[in-house]
């Protein structure tokens, strides 16, 4: 597991490209994870620039965490509870945060641990994790293959911390898996 922090312009989005580009290239199944599409989309790019392929572009997997939710409940047959998380938005913002930022990570992490190892990904790339709720990690990491060690990479600027979510990248990080410094 591996863990980069810094500036905006420090090239961490770079990295993170290049890794999933050279592990795509080694035909591992990889995934990346951020919270916007754009980004997805300029993540994507860049992995096509360092490999000098197009095909690249298809061999990796990139989505926001609520598309990769969906996704996993779909492969994991549980698309009608999925379904019925979004209808369970009540209009109270405070109700509708918990729902879709915990409960949904929550199942989440389960229907990814009932996935068939065909499903699983050899490695998760997730940008601007300070975006995201560390609920959201745990369920990602269950979606690693059981069968050969999965590799993980997170990307930080907390100076970048746009949503105001807690500083749990901080903190938390060896429950999240992670050890030593960033």
């Not at 945060?97 to 068939?116: C, D, H, K, P």
């Amino acid at each position: 597991f591996l863990r980069i922090k810094g500036p905006a312009g420090s090239g961490k989005s770079l990295v993170l490209a290049g890794r999933a580009a050279e592990l795509a290239n080694q035909g591992r199944r990889v995934l990346i994870v951020t919270f916007n599409i754009t980004l997805i989309n300029y993540l994507l790019d860049l992995a096509v620039q360092y490999a000098q392929s197009g095909r690249i572009r298809h061999q990796i997997t990139a989505l926001n965490f609520h598309h990769w939710c969906k996704r996993v409940a779909f492969r994991a047959g549980e698309i009608a509870e999925y379904n019925e998380l979004w209808s369970a938005r009540s209009g109270d913002e405070q109700v509708d945060s918990t729902i879709l930022e915990v409960g949904m990570a929550q199942r989440a992490a389960r229907w990814a641990n009932s996935l068939a190892e065909i499903d699983r990904w050899d490695a998760i790339l997730v940008d601007e994790v300070q975006d995201f709720q560390p609920e959201w990690w745990f369920a990602l990491r269950e979606a690693l293959t059981k069968s050969r060690k999965g590799e993980a990479m997170l990307v930080a600027d907390r100076q970048q911390n746009v949503y105001g979510v807690k500083p749990w990248t901080e903190t938390g990080m060896a429950a999240a898996g992670f050890k030593g410094r960033w």
